[in-house]
């Protein structure tokens, strides 16, 4: 059921998506594009998520603003269930103007932001009232969207849409969270990544994606389950690829390299070990029911909120990356990367990508 509600949802929002002030321009020998989300900025208190990583982003802000690079934000980029705007503004001000400044525009020239259920508040016509009422003009040119279109084949969307609480009964999730549970972080100092997340339902959710995707021929870029996917592969996924690799290699090499290689092995497996001790020993579901590749139509980017950076997608001329911003280094590191062309073309004919022309994960932790 909820399978069938998500789709019906991502379809409707698609077909706003298509429509011209909802489409962003993208030129593929000239643009350069990155797409963060899932911020949580709140009030800096010990509750708010963000803070941990607010520098760090801010650095990484920058270096795409020097490069060129037009931002896109794709949902819960203010933490609204537990704040209102004002108690976020005076902490991350400078910030969001530098969003703002940043952002991305459609043909109208007005700078788009997408809304999750998170801060789903900033499309109501009451926010904006707030907001003129407050004499806060930061968003003025702002239009704030439940999804877009970049270019031709890509759809970004939150992708909270379809499941009931997060999207139908917002308002009672809102309240549950600003009263009980922002309570409970500032008491015991939990942040984001400190409870054990429902991978069942993350998992599901993330099939769903997978699935309309598919069907509907077009590279899907989400936010919302904080699990950062490229090219439908999970971090366990390309990790696995590599262990299989690694051991036909092993069958290959001279007795020199072997020692090097099963080290390697045992590294991998490692961390295959550690993720699966997050999960409750439970593995992640692969977007195939069978064995061999998915086809490379889903994407997210992760989140702001790790303990140890953030990540992000960047598309970059013909370039599709996933980057993590390391944040004990202050390093951009690119994890992992593809001809966007190339992607959207065995998209369109709804083919997985082949194992000799995948290329794995670079040995850096999502999470």
């Known amino acids: 059921m909820a399978g069938k509600r998500i789709n019906r949802k991502f379809t409707k929002i698609y077909r706003q998506a298509r429509k011209p002030e909802n489409t962003i321009p993208f030129h593929n020998k000239e643009d350069r594009y990155v797409l963060f989300s899932d911020h949580h900025k709140g009030d800096s208190s010990a509750a708010d998520d963000f803070k941990k990583n607010a520098f760090l982003y801010n650095t990484a802000l920058s270096f795409y603003q020097k490069k060129g690079f037009k931002l896109i934000v794709l949902g819960d980029n203010e933490e ?7 108690q976020i503004l005076p902490h991350y001000q400078e910030l969001i103007k530098k969003e703002i400044e940043m952002a991305a525009e459609n043909s109208k020239g007005e700078k788009i932001r997408i809304w999750g259920n998170h801060d789903k508040e900033v499309s109501l016509r009451r926010f904006r009232r707030y907001c003129h009422h407050r004499h806060i003009n930061i968003l003025d040119n702002v239009r704030h969207c439940e999804g877009i279109r970049l270019g031709e084949n890509i759809f970004l969307i939150h992708g909270h849409q379809g499941r009931f609480f997060d999207d139908k009964a917002w308002r009672v999730s809102r309240w549950a969270v600003q009263f009980i549970w922002k309570s409970i972080q500032n008491l015991f100092h939990i942040g984001i990544d400190g409870p054990a997340e429902n991978f069942r339902i993350r998992d599901d959710l993330e099939m769903n ?84 590749f998915p086809v490379p139509c889903y994407f997210n980017d992760g989140c702001c909120g790790y303990t140890n950076g953030i ?35 065995f998209i369109q004919e709804g083919r997985p990508i082949d194992n000799s022309s995948e290329p794995f994960l670079k040995d850096y932790p999502l999470d």
């Open 209 to 292: 994606y997978y699935r309309w995707a598919k069907m509907n021929k077009v590279l899907l870029v989400c936010g919302h389950t904080h699990r950062a996917i490229f090219a439908s592969l999970t971090h366990y996924d390309r990790l696995q690829m590599e262990v299989e690799s690694l051991k036909r290699r092993l069958k290959e090499s001279d007795v020199k390299n072997k020692s090097e290689i099963e080290e390697m092995v045992e590294k991998k497996r490692s961390q295959l070990r550690e993720i699966l001790k997050r999960r409750s020993a439970r593995p992640p579901k692969s977007f195939t029911q069978k064995p061999g």
């Open 80 to 86: 609204l269930w537990e704040n209102h705007y004002d």
């Open 311 to 345: 990540t992000c997608i960047e598309i970059e001329k013909d370039v599709i990356r996933l980057t993590k911003w390391q944040r004990r280094l202050q390093k951009r590191m690119v994890l992992v990367e593809r001809s966007l062309s190339l992607l959207i073309a």
